[in-house]
């Protein structure tokens, strides 16, 4: 991990303004352009894997990846629709969201006001709980009866929340409308089940029912795994920002509380150059395609905290904030800390 910065030192929203202005507009011809190859490449990875299963089914599970892939990158797309930044048209980027949607198994409207909710809160101690990754300080989780801190423990478990959690989500969290939004965001709850549901018969009438379920399942699971990981490593990192309500500066959220994720090129195209995520939690209306170039233009963009590949690793046992040394931890280190007995899943 390198470029760790000091929150004395971030520059103000006044500075920033001039920095990210420049690239917080959309451009139709790119959009478009994105979407049509993205949508020809997805199109063409499906018709392999239908075809491969004439093969045998290991070859449909290795064109899995890749198309899993396309599915990322038009989840990106679904994503930038959200924050009007994919296209100039808020009409238009709500009526194509709601159409990427369908294909990514996501409501629209439902997850585009909770993603917002996270980027407003993201990093607020007292304000945790929608749009994010469940994540408890060392206090609240001793607090916890046993099993309490077993479910927790269990939900952090890798197997449990990049194993099992993109197949929740995505097949039962996401078919739920939430009583606390409003109506709007319950229709389009409703209509992007229907969406699916039409999608889904008219593909099983098309290759029948068992051979839609093995092209599509293990595309939604190694897809939404990649996506839940990308949103947990890019804020669930040792350093990352973590303040109370009066204290929680947005500034610092973005660029202390998000890391840029420097992937392979490769990666970063497949997820739609997201890593850049210190520059999205700043301005959200900078579109996926000019991340990039914001953070080559401007070296005040290049100073929070960097992630490569294997140090993003590293992240993955760490589960509690300890808000008395201003880190996240794991479950070891609070043993080590307190030299206290911790649930584990199989006592």
Known sequence: MTNQINISELP?????????????????QTAVRQLVVTLLLYATGWAAMYFSLQVGYWLTLLLAIPTAGFMIRIFIFFHD???????????ANRRLGFWLGILVF?????WWKAHAIHHATSGNLDRRGVG???????DEYLKLPILGRLG???????????????????????????????????????WTN????ALAVGLNLLMGFQNYLLIQLPILWLGGMSGIWMFYVQHQFESSYWARHPEWEYIASAFEGASYYQLPKVLQWFTGNIGFHHIHH?????????????????????????????ESLRTIPLTLIDEANDRMISFRDLRQMKNIPVAQPGD
């Open 12 to 28: 103000s929203m006044k500075d920033l303004k001039g920095v990210v202005e420049p690239f917080s507009k959309a451009e139709t």
């Open 81 to 91: 629709c959200g924050h009007n930044s994919f296209l100039p048209s808020t009409r």
């Open 106 to 110: 996501t409501p629209g409207e439902q």
């Open 132 to 138: 994010d990754v469940t994540t408890l300080t060392v």
């Open 152 to 190: 927790y423990r269990l939900f952090r478990h890798p197997l449990v929340m990049f194993g099992l959690g993109p197949l929740f989500m995505f097949l039962i969290k996401h078919r739920i409308a939430y009583p606390r939004f409003g109506k709007r965001e319950t229709m389009s709850v409703v």
């Open 194 to 197: 229907l969406g699916i549901l």
């Open 282 to 310: 700043l301005s959200p209306k900078v579109p996926n395609y000019r991340l990039e170039k914001a953070y080559n233009a401007n070296e005040i963009l290049r100073r929070p905290l960097t992630l490569t590949l294997r």
